[in-house]
């Protein structure tokens, strides 16, 4: 099985705003929390 495409999975689309925003908003919880918990020391 090496060849799989189901089409009743939504397949999001990638030049789309809100996919881009979508990425952007959990890079930056990402980068939030990693230097939140560098700064506490936890």
């Given at each position: 099985?090496?060849?799989?495409?189901?089409?009743?999975?939504?397949?999001p689309e990638r030049?789309?705003?809100a996919y881009?925003?979508?990425?952007t908003?959990?890079?930056l919880?990402?980068l939030?929390?990693?230097?939140g918990?560098?700064?506490?020391?936890?």
């Open positions: 099985m090496t060849y799989w495409r189901d089409t009743m999975v939504d397949q030049d789309s705003a881009v925003t979508g990425w908003i959990s890079g919880a990402v939030g929390t990693i230097i918990v560098w700064v506490l020391g936890i």
